[in-house]
Structures are given as structure tokens and as C-alpha cells.
């Protein structure tokens, strides 16, 4: 049973297409994230959702469209992609506590996307 | 702002030496610190976590890490590598109030036979 699941698993597109990746956990967690990996393994956060409402919006584009439909879901849509985009995006989820810094996030499978 | 350094790119070793991955944080606080292993086209799944108590951390597949205040270290260590820890480790800091974790550049490691 996959706790954090994320489709598709590669996505391989033309510049200035429009693309959504989606993010499911069944974790009954409440808070939800994405990360962007870059071809040097770098990893950055994106967006981060607590209880559908966005917490943490890190200086992206607003190309990028996060959108939590239920707590259960998090997706994301990319609108006019650019060769820069390509990268593995990473969906993570927690369950809130008092630390907050200090959950600890489960993270998905990743999506591979690669503008042509 | 918090930051994580990983010093080492890349790391070999043979199978059944011992293994110590360095990470240096910067907070202005008591840190949550955090190891995960990502394994080649997989998610990231977590090693161990620290956030206060004791400063020695087990964690999964034989890894245990020290916390240390003095020298702003979390460095992970396994006293007998196996080949399949061969992965990419990333050291993570979570600051209190944010959701959301700051991630080390990561050491991939190689495991000679």
C-alpha cells in the first residue's frame, strides 16, 4: 500500500506546454509539500499546504499552480514549461505537531519531467 | 535563515569498512535534524531524526548518528557498510515554525566488493 503516491513517474514534454503532476497520500496526514530536485541532486522546497491552505510559497514562478483539492491531494500544474523546469519534483507529506520543523515527511516516488 | 553542508560529493568504501558522512548545520536554535537515503529512481525515505534528548540517534538499516552542539554536526555512521547502502544521503535541518525542510547538497556513496 503506497503511503505517498505520485503520477505520472516520467513526463516528457515540449517547451511552453502546460503540465500537471499529481499527489495522493493516504497517510491522513494534513500537511503536504513540494520539493524540486535539480540535475545536481539539489534539493529545494516549493510549496508546503497545511490543511489545504498554502503555508510556504519559496519564490517560484507563478507558472507553477499548486492546488490541494482535499487533504488527501496535492497537485501540481505548470503552465508555459521552459527547459529550466526540467527537473524530479517530489510530493511529501507530514502530520502536523507542535514542532512543526520537526515533523517528519514521507516523501513520494518523484516525477521526472523533461522539457524538450 | 538555516543551511546545510555536506562536505563530502562523493564517497567510496569497500563493503564491511566503516562509514561516517559529515553534515554542518547553520541555526540560530536547537535544530531538527533529519538523514534520509535516496536510492537510484527512488523517493527519499528516512534514516533518522533528531530534535532533542539524547545526542547519539539510531535509526534503520544499522545507522545511528551524533548530534553535536559545539561543532554544529549531525554526521551519520554505520560501522559495517553493505552494498546495498549504496545511495545518495541527504542531511536535512527543519527550523521551528516552518514547514518545510532544508536539504544538504547530499553525498552519493559507492560501495566497492
Known amino acids: 500500500d503506497t503511503a505517498v503516491s505520485q503520477t505520472p513517474k516520467y513526463l516528457v514534454t515540449q517547451m511552453g506546454n502546460d503540465k500537471s503532476i499529481k499527489c495522493e497520500q493516504n497517510l491522513g496526514h494534513d500537511t503536504m509539500y513540494w520539493y524540486k530536485q535539480d540535475s545536481k541532486k539539489f534539493l529545494k522546497i516549493m510549496f508546503s499546504?497545511?490543511?489545504?491552505?498554502?503555508?510556504i510559497n519559496e519564490t517560484v514562478p507563478n507558472r507553477f499552480s499548486p492546488k490541494s483539492p482535499d487533504k488527501a491531494h496535492l497537485n501540481l500544474h505548470i503552465n508555459s514549461l521552459e527547459l529550466g523546469d526540467s527537473a524530479v519534483y517530489f510530493c511529501?507529506?507530514?502530520?502536523?505537531?507542535?514542532?512543526?520543523?520537526?515533523?517528519?515527511?514521507?516523501f513520494g516516488p518523484g516525477t521526472r519531467l523533461t522539457v524538450l | 535563515a538555516q543551511s546545510v553542508t555536506q562536505p563530502d560529493i562523493h564517497i567510496t568504501v569497500s563493503e564491511g569498512a566503516s562509514l561516517e558522512l559529515r553534515c554542518n548545520y547553520s541555526?540560530?536554535?536547537?535544530?531538527?535534524l533529519f538523514w534520509y537515503v535516496q536510492s537510484p529512481g527512488q523517493g527519499l525515505q528516512l534514516l533518522l531524526k533528531?530534535?532533542?534528548?539524547?545526542?547519539l540517534v539510531q535509526g534503520i538499516k544499522g545507522f545511528e548518528a551524533e548530534f553535536k552542539r559545539s561543532q554544529s554536526s549531525f554526521n551519520l555512521r554505520k560501522p559495517s557498510v553493505h552494498w546495498s547502502d549504496a545511495a545518495e544521503y541527504f542531511c536535512a535541518v527543519g527550523a521551528e515554525g516552518r514547514r518545510a525542510l532544508t536539504f544538504g547538497s547530499g553525498t552519493r556513496l559507492q560501495v566497492q566488493p
Open positions: 541555526y540560530g536554535a536547537t535544530p531538527y
Open positions: 499546504y497545511n490543511n489545504k491552505e498554502l503555508i
Open positions: 533528531y530534535f532533542s534528548g539524547d545526542t
Open positions: 511529501a507529506s507530514s502530520q502536523a505537531t507542535g514542532t512543526s520543523g520537526g515533523d517528519t515527511q514521507y
